[in-house]
Structure formats: C-alpha cells, structure tokens
C-alpha cells in the first residue's frame, strides 16, 4: 500500500512554470511506476506523463511534450512534474497515481492539485 500526497499547484500565467511534487508514504516507492494525470470540467481523465521504477524511462503526452517534465527522486519517495511554458489549456486537477510494474492499472491515486492557467 502506497499513500500519495500531491502538492506544487496554483495560478499561474500563460508562458509561467510551475513544479508539481506528489510524496508516498511507505518504504517501497521505488517499486511503483509512477504517472501525472489530469482532468479538465467536463473532459475526460488524461495521462500526462510517466516513468518508470528506476527513472530511466519516461513517457509524455503529446500535448505536453516538450514543455513537462517527469522525474522522482527515490530517496525522498518523491515524483515531480516540471510544467514550462504554461497555456490555458493546461488548466485542470492534477493527479499523481502509481501501479506495480506487473499491474496495467493504477490503483493508487493522490488527492488531487488544481492549476490554473490564466491568459
């Protein structure tokens, strides 16, 4: 069981940078693959970013290719995504979720941040 708390979200203004960090409890988060999901009113959930166990793989949306960056740093049981040259369109909730390496599903999931991309 892993617990994740997300942090790092707020008002920021077109072409700004904000660092989104998502923090788990429990001695085996460098066993989780680990993703950013976000959700906009009335549009569906979508994956933003992944990485692998180690860090050593990662995968971005087309959307945000280029301007995000995913990383974690396993010592501090800790995932970050690094969001530059901000639009509106990035405005949603912001989710950190994880799934064991075996397991296709996230089944763990934060409470949620909200940014804000104002034009």
């Known amino acids: 069981q892993v617990q994740l708390v997300e942090s790092g979200g707020g008002l920021v203004q077109a072409g700004g940078s904000l660092r989104l960090s998502c923090t788990a409890s429990?001695?085996?988060?460098?066993?989780?693959?680990m993703a950013w999901f976000r959700q906009a009113p009335g549009k569906e959930r979508e994956r933003v970013a992944a990485?692998?166990?180690?860090?050593?793989?990662?995968n971005y949306a087309d959307s945000v290719k280029g301007r995000f960056t995913i990383s974690r740093d396993n010592a501090k049981n800790t995932v970050y995504l690094q969001m530059n040259s901000l639009k509106p369109e990035d405005t949603a909730v912001y989710y950190c979720?994880?799934?064991?390496?075996?397991?296709?599903?996230?089944?763990?999931w934060g409470q949620g941040t909200q940014v804000t991309v104002s034009s």
């Open positions: 990485i692998s166990t180690s860090g050593g793989s990662t």
């Open positions: 429990g001695r085996t988060f460098s066993r989780y693959a």
């Open positions: 979720a994880g799934r064991l390496p075996v397991i296709v599903r996230y089944d763990y």
